[in-house]
């Protein structure tokens, strides 16, 4: 097996999205007052994995409005490098959360014609790559068109020399469930790393267990697939055989990111193991199990505070049990 070489980086392409939130305080007879926080999958991930301590790069289409120097200033604090990352016209995506009292967010989308979904190919065969582990992308900027299928294209260019991992991040307002079923065997053929909530699976292959999912997944040539379950933890199927690792107590403040950092913390993890920069042959199961124990971990501190504000390496290594956490084989 091959071990990353320090300073080995992860690349994440996708979205950033301006998640507003309704703020009581503010808010008034005739008046609805909103709090705007960066967010959007991809760049959740991206700042999860620079604060866990993995060495990423954001691969962005960054708007001249407000909201793209906002991105632009979280991505960088938590010490995103932005190279590769391009200037648009075009306007920044907006979506406005509604959190119900279990804290679970439910999006409406405003984003037409915005800056995430217009990649071309020349701005993407200029990205940066040379020093790179993994590439790492899905949600709206891979089903979005026309970028999207542009960017399919350039994973089925740079995956001879990357681990590819895809989160499909299902998003039912913004694009119909059936053309992410249409595209997901494709993704699968392109992906070495298939990440998914729960709720994804129901939208993707309803009516069919997690476990039948991963075998037809698997077969479509996805290697490793993880399957986060909320507060029942993780599933992970590693080329058919399988793992469930528990989700750590914690007092859930909101979800907001939660996925999102469950995958930065398996893909830091998996980098730090040594096991991306190719097709996973060297992958074990003992691995996938600490893994996605680790990512596990790195959820639930994320749940345990308002929005999507991951955790910094400390922060899990703090809570985080010198033995591990007990899995199951199944």
Same mark, same amino acid.
């Given at each position: ?7 080995? *980086? ?72 932005? *190279? ?159 793992? *469930? ?38 992958? *074990? ?46």
């Amino acid at each position: 097996m091959t071990r990353s070489q320090p300073g080995s *980086t992860v690349a994440v392409l996708g979205e950033c999205v301006a998640d507003a939130f309704v703020d009581p305080r503010r808010s008034g007879p005739g008046t609805l007052a909103l709090r705007v926080l960066p967010g959007g999958g991809p760049a959740n991930t991206a700042v999860a994995l620079a604060r866990l301590g993995t060495a990423t790069r954001f691969l962005g289409r960054f708007s001249h409005d407000a909201f793209g120097g906002l991105f632009r200033a979280h991505l960088s604090d938590s010490g995103v490098d932005l *190279t590769g990352s391009v200037t648009a016209a075009d306007p920044s995506s907006l979506a406005v959360a509604d959190l119900d009292e279990t804290g679970q967010a439910t999006y409406t989308f405003y984003g037409d014609s915005a800056a995430d979904w217009q990649w071309t190919a020349p701005e993407l065969a200029g990205t940066r790559l040379d020093d790179t582990t993994c590439l790492h992308t899905g949600s709206l900027a891979l089903i979005r068109r026309p970028g999207g299928g542009r960017i399919e294209d350039h994973l089925a260019r740079v995956r001879e020399h990357v681990t590819v991992s895809i989160d499909p991040n299902v998003r039912p307002r913004f694009v119909a469930p059936s053309a992410y079923r249409e595209r997901l065997p494709h993704w699968c053929a392109l992906a070495d790393i298939l990440r998914l909530s729960e709720d994804d699976l129901t939208l993707l292959a309803p009516d069919t267990s997690a476990e039948k999912a991963c075998d037809t997944w698997h077969a479509a040539g996805a290697r490793l697939i993880v399957i986060t379950l909320g507060e029942r933890g993780a599933l992970a199927s590693l080329d058919g055989r399988r793992v *469930t690792v528990p989700a750590p107590a914690t007092d859930v403040v909101d979800t907001v990111g939660a996925g999102d950092s469950f995958t930065a913390g398996l893909l830091h993890r998996l980098n730090a193991l040594g096991h991306l920069g190719g097709r996973l042959d060297g992958l *074990t199961f003992e691995d996938v199990s600490d893994a996605c124990t680790y990512a596990a971990q790195v959820a639930a501190l994320t749940c345990s505070v308002p929005g999507a504000n991951p955790p910094h390496a400390r922060d899990v290594a703090r809570v985080r049990p010198a033995g591990g956490t007990n899995v199951s084989v199944v």
